[in-house]
């Protein structure tokens, strides 16, 4: 049986992660999440615990963190545990330099454990301001200087240096707008969801021509779950994204069109920081890495709807 780390495990995109490692029964999982922003509510509660459990525990802490990987010995860990939220990370910048701690934790005890391989969910943050489009994993710099960004490289250096020294190999996830049933309302896509369906005004920073793609949770988690099984990406980094840009006033007012709300839309100041003029991947190696195409942001959007975390504001 293989045994699977997941911190971060009762976020969004490491619950969804850990569900579909989960319903592999070759899999042992251990989820670990310290609950500052992940949730009881979006662990698989529903799958019988034969082949996961979860631990409460703070990665940033390293005897919550020795105690779960000295005591298992995992063969994968998907580091997936941070601050997240463009709002909540310029608010408590300093508690988003603790994540740090984390990546010291983590690849001290897998090198020391032998672990396989560390998966790491970057940020497409760490771009900054794009200065060519789509942005490519290689060619485009990373100059971002947001702490959040900037803690997400210094987390890609971490993994290349540990490579470099002790052998430890690793995979970076740059991920990119990612939506799906399980995200908070704190981030654009469900929070634009829930407001419309209530009826009430959806709120946007500054004029609302800033640009992103959106990737549906499945399309993201598949690919990194391709890079696990089939042995690709590693030593390297590939983006997780959608390809298709959207400015953030029409994605507002398509949501408004297929809820068919009273929603009117309301614009506030820019932000000072991190709402970046436009963001778009590179997603060629994502997309030949699935072997599919992937979920346009008109079916996600009839999905969500569907599903019984917004058809109860309906």
Not at 2 to 7: E, N, S, W
Not at 253 to 266: F, H
Request: glycine share 6%.
């Amino acid at each position: 049986m293989t045994r699977i780390l997941v911190t971060g495990g009762a976020g969004f995109i490491g619950s969804v992660l850990a569900e579909k490692l989960i319903s592999n029964k070759e899999n042992f999982v251990v989820i670990v999440d310290d609950l500052s922003t992940g949730s009881l509510d979006k662990l698989p509660n529903h799958l019988p615990n034969q082949n996961w459990r979860f631990v409460k525990a703070d990665v940033n802490e390293y005897r919550d963190i020795a105690e779960i990987m000295l005591g298992k010995k995992f063969d994968y860990v998907f580091h997936y545990a941070a601050l997240v939220g463009v709002q909540r990370t310029q608010e408590y910048p300093v508690k988003v330099l603790r994540d740090i701690e984390g990546f010291k934790h983590v690849l001290n005890l897998s090198k020391s454990t032998g672990v396989k391989r560390v998966f790491f969910s970057s940020s497409s943050e760490v771009y900054g301001e794009p200065v060519e489009l789509p942005q490519h994993e290689q060619t485009t710099p990373l100059n971002s200087k947001v702490p959040y960004a900037v803690v997400k490289n210094i987390g890609e250096a971490f993994l290349r240096s540990y490579k470099q020294e002790f052998g430890l190999d690793y995979t970076i996830f740059r991920f990119f707008n990612t939506y799906g049933p399980k995200q908070s309302d704190d981030f654009v896509m469900s929070k634009f969801l829930y407001k419309a369906l209530r009826g009430e005004d959806i709120t946007i920073y500054g004029d609302g021509s800033q640009t992103r793609t959106f990737c549906f949770c499945d399309d993201n988690v598949d690919a990194c779950l391709k890079a696990l099984y089939d042995k690709k990406v590693i030593n390297d980094v590939i983006n997780i994204g959608g390809e298709h840009e959207i400015k953030i006033i029409d994605l507002a007012k398509k949501i408004i069109e297929a809820t068919n709300s009273t929603s009117k839309i309301i614009h506030l100041p820019p932000l000072k920081d991190g709402d970046m003029a436009r963001r778009c991947p590179d997603n060629t190696k994502m997309r030949s890495l699935l072997g599919r195409e992937l979920i346009t942001i008109d079916e996600g959007i009839k999905i969500l709807l569907e599903s019984p975390q917004f058809q109860i504001n309906q």
